[in-house]
């Protein structure tokens, strides 16, 4: 961080990234302040600092806020990515952030919790979710059956993203890829983390995969 960037300055640069995200628009000075708990005329110090360091740009005196390439990298702007997760057979998810992306969340529409895994495996190529490719997770303990979920399996401590279907006392997960069975297990040892929402296509889609063959 530059020694002038004081931790205020910092908080203003992620106020606009933030507030820009949630309305679908940069916000005006005084919707800046007011976000940042500060007086226009602190705000109007403290924004010219950051023009004049080109932190933030405006391409007319009464043009919309905006933040440079190098605010956003300095806040690092985008979704957080906590490891990688299995569409194979179960493997442990990561529960740290490990690197955040781009900023992909205007794109997609993410929310504030939303969050990012980075898929290993071929059980969900039926829905195009291939191996290397991003999910997009909204976090939450209750999915529709039919829906696309990150599921933890706590008696193996492993996670994997499946379809649920909930049947009584029971859950089975099912797999977008005739060669991985079916697995059903007793709803108590199903923990549901999140529902995929999107995916972003990073993965290069495989001609054929072998019966039985696991990835990660």
Do not use: W
Not at 76 to 88: K, L, N, T
Not at 107 to 119: A, P, S, T, W
Not at 149 to 156: D, K, R
Request: glycine share 10%.
């Amino acid at each position: 961080m530059p020694p002038r960037l004081t931790p205020l300055r910092r908080e203003i640069l992620q106020t606009l990234a933030r507030l820009t995200r949630e309305q679908g628009r940069p916000p005006s000075a005084a919707e800046l302040a007011a976000a940042c708990g500060v007086t226009p005329a602190t705000m109007s110090f403290h924004l010219n600092y950051l023009l004049g360091h080109a932190y933030v740009s405006r391409p007319t005196p009464r043009g919309a806020l905006q933040l440079t390439p190098k605010a956003l990298q300095l806040v690092q702007v985008g979704i957080p990515v906590f490891g990688e997760i299995a569409a194979g057979p179960p493997s442990l998810a990561e529960q740290s952030p490990e690197h955040v992306t781009p900023s992909l969340d205007a794109l997609l529409g993410v929310q504030e919790d939303d969050f990012m895994l980075r898929v290993r495996g071929s059980s969900m190529v039926g829905i195009g979710v291939m191996d290397g490719d991003y999910v997009v997770v909204r976090p939450t303990q209750e999915v529709l059956d039919g829906e696309v979920a990150v599921v933890l399996l706590p008696s193996e401590n492993a996670a994997t993203l499946k379809r649920i279907y909930h049947f009584g006392d029971e859950v089975t997960l099912i797999a977008e890829n005739p060669d991985f069975p079916r697995l059903t297990l007793p709803a108590a040892d199903v923990q549901i983390q999140g529902r995929m929402i999107g995916k972003v296509g990073l993965g290069v889609p495989r001609s054929s995969y072998a019966a039985g063959t696991t990835s990660g």
